[in-house]
């Protein structure tokens, strides 16, 4: 079957710096999105990973590793605004993609 | 990145009536279209895909005669919800792909609310 695994909550403080694990299992793999949600809102984009390293792009980082099926999601600098839910979305063989719940993330001052 | 358009951003509507849903790609052609709904606190659940100019493929449990889609166009698909009950209150989202993008473009969604 498919699965996504990410952690439900996290909560960090401003200023400081997180990361969000996601482990996945799909039938085939078209890369790894991060999407970030707020309450109440369509998901936006963040980063799209198809090869194994570091994506960087400003205060947001993405990192994939497909023989471990593992993907994590860096964010620094935290703001207030960046308390959101981030979703891990891989793409399966079919060019789907497949979601979890998400993170909650908790940012405080 | 591409914009999609969703109509409308809430609608309240009576129990037994029926409610579109419009989706937008306003600056691409969307070939394919992807309808979802979600509840409160829970993940993003794909209902159906749908590509421009054939019937909707539909997730299983997702009921294809209360849920409507219909993509006649490349920048247009309407999902209609018939005969709504209070259970069919969501958000519901659309997303848009081209031809040439991996990635998908989300509408801003349609938060559904039936009394």
């Known amino acids: 079957g498919q699965n996504i695994d990410q952690p439900t909550e996290m909560t960090a403080t401003e200023g400081a710096i997180v990361q969000i694990n996601c482990t996945y299992q799909t039938s085939g793999f078209n890369g790894l999105f991060w999407y970030q949600q707020h309450a109440g809102e369509a998901p936006t984009f963040l980063s799209y990973?198809?090869l194994d390293g570091l994506e960087e792009k400003g205060r947001f980082s993405s990192f994939l590793s497909r023989s471990k099926g593992y993907s994590y999601l860096l964010l620094k600098e935290l703001q207030m605004k960046d308390s959101a839910s981030y979703l891990c979305a891989p793409m399966d063989s079919n060019y789907q993609l497949i979601w979890g719940a998400g993170t909650k993330l908790i940012i405080k001052p | 990145g591409a914009v999609v358009s969703q109509h409308p951003s809430r609608v309240i509507c009576k129990s037994g009536t029926s409610v579109k849903i419009e989706c937008r790609s306003l600056?691409?052609?969307?070939?394919?279209m992807f309808w979802y709904r979600q509840f409160p606190k829970q993940s993003l659940m794909l209902m159906a895909t749908?590509?421009?100019?054939?019937?909707?493929?539909?997730e299983q449990g997702v009921e294809k005669d209360k849920f409507l889609i219909n993509h006649a166009s490349l920048t247009l698909s309407t999902l209609t919800v018939t005969s709504a009950h209070p259970e069919d209150s969501s958000f519901y989202i659309c997303s848009a792909r081209g031809s040439r993008e991996t990635e998908a473009f989300f509408g801003q969604g349609t938060r559904l609310t039936v009394v």
């Open positions: 749908s590509n421009e100019g054939s019937k909707a493929t539909y």
């Open positions: 600056d691409f052609q969307a070939t394919t």
């Open positions: 990973n198809v």
